[in-house]
């Protein structure tokens, strides 16, 4: 019987589906007899899609506007809301959520969303029950309370870093179903050697070989400022800036005078190939952005202010205490934190190089380890727990 996977998104973002997409390639690769699923959860909850039709953009439209349009201030506020009216709206969310199991029966469930994990698992449980659920992080951490991991479940998490761990475990969950990986997910191509020769590159796109290069990178949806950044280093830095499907601002970036030379990019999905021609990241402390730069070798500039989604706040601290790279509290200093990251560059790159992220290939075996937990207790009748290993705490 194929074992069937069930990945749950939605596209928020860019980062849960990214996440998702990722993990769906390394399944494949490392368990090809299983049948992996990938679910958009608004598309379960309103597959009539009539938000969209009353409202005229769907529900995570309005948040990747605010994001290119870096309307991110009282986000902590709205937030608070937006889990109030998820808690008014639990018991619609759970017949929903229920009928989809029935119709679908994973063997599996992998969310890899926040703040609907109390309904997708008390849906899962009631109408499934033995099926395992997984809340798999993609931020560095949980925002509590419950934006992550919701207490009194009975599931596993799986958390890229010690901190989230330690969060699951204040929580009272059972360290055997907390698994810690050693980063986040992120896409099989930034694990790929490097191919391209640096001066040659930099010469077909326009710029100076010999020039430290910074790559500017807001999410697939940019961000305005991104046209600070660009004019406070027009005269001293060489920048790649990536724009993604934003390309009203590619086009505002493409009329600033040109001093430094610069290269703007609309939306592209070899961003590896971009940032093996840089030396350094700038960009909001985004955990997947930030992730992939140190992949990738380079050292990061990002802010920590009033703007920054709350989510994304622990992410600057993890910056600074891995030491591998600047966090200024706004981009208005950009030049003083450029100058400050190419003083230090080869101390800021030998932490970066320490760094190992092989999260991408140890989720599938911490997957495969609970299903077979799951299939024992069936067998079995008896809940026996996770066996301890490396990647179990």
């Not at 589906?17 to 049948?35: T, V, Y």
């Not at 937030?79 to 063997?107: G, N, V």
């Not at 802010?303 to 981009?331: C, K, L």
Request: glycine share 8%; hydrophobic share 40%; net charge positive.
């Amino acid at each position: 019987m194929t074992t069937k996977i069930d990945l749950i998104y939605f596209n928020a973002g860019g980062g849960h589906r990214a996440s998702a997409l990722a993990l769906e390639a390394a399944l494949h690769r490392q368990a090809p007899s299983w049948q992996v699923r990938l679910v958009n959860l608004f598309e379960v909850l309103d597959p009539q899609d009539k938000f969209r039709s009353i409202t005229g953009s769907g529900p995570e439209d309005w948040y990747n506007k605010r994001l290119s349009r870096g309307w991110t201030l009282g986000m902590a506020q709205e937030l608070k809301l937006l889990q109030a009216a998820i808690r008014f709206a639990h018991p619609l969310l759970l017949r929903s959520l229920q009928q989809h199991w029935l119709r679908t029966e994973p063997d599996l469930v992998v969310s890899l969303v926040p703040n609907f994990n109390r309904a997708l698992h008390e849906s899962l449980a009631s109408s499934l029950p033995g099926v395992p659920y997984v809340t798999l992080l993609t931020d560095l951490a949980d925002l509590p309370p419950s934006f992550w991991i919701e207490p009194d479940q009975l599931q596993h998490f799986i958390c890229g870093t010690p901190r989230a761990a330690e969060q699951a475990r204040i929580l009272g969950h059972d360290t055997r179903r907390i698994h810690l990986t050693s980063g986040m997910i992120i896409r099989p191509e930034f694990y790929a050697p490097a191919k391209v020769d640096r001066a040659e590159e930099r010469l077909r796109l326009g710029l100076d070989p010999r020039r430290p290069t910074g790559l500017v990178l807001f999410g697939g949806h940019g961000s305005k400022a991104m046209l600070g950044i660009a004019q406070r280093l027009a005269a001293t830095t060489q920048l790649i800036l990536i724009c993604g499907h934003n390309r009203a601002l590619a086009a505002r970036l493409r009329q600033l005078p040109v001093i430094a030379p610069r290269r703007v990019v609309e939306f592209t999905s070899d961003i590896p190939y971009y940032m093996q021609l840089a030396d350094f990241f700038i960009g909001k402390p985004g955990p997947g952005s930030i992730s992939e730069a140190v992949q990738q070798g380079l050292p990061v500039i990002v802010v920590d202010n009033a703007w920054t989604m709350p989510q994304e706040r622990y992410n600057a601290q993890w910056v600074r205490e891995n030491g591998v790279g600047i966090v200024h509290g706004s981009f208005r200093t950009i030049e003083r934190a450029v100058a400050q990251l190419l003083s230090g560059m080869d101390a800021f790159k030998a932490r970066v190089r320490q760094m190992e992220n092989r999260a991408l290939f140890e989720v599938p075996e911490i997957l495969d380890r609970i299903l077979v937990q799951a299939t024992e207790h069936v067998d079995r009748g008896i809940d026996t727990g996770l066996r301890h290993t490396a990647s179990t705490i």
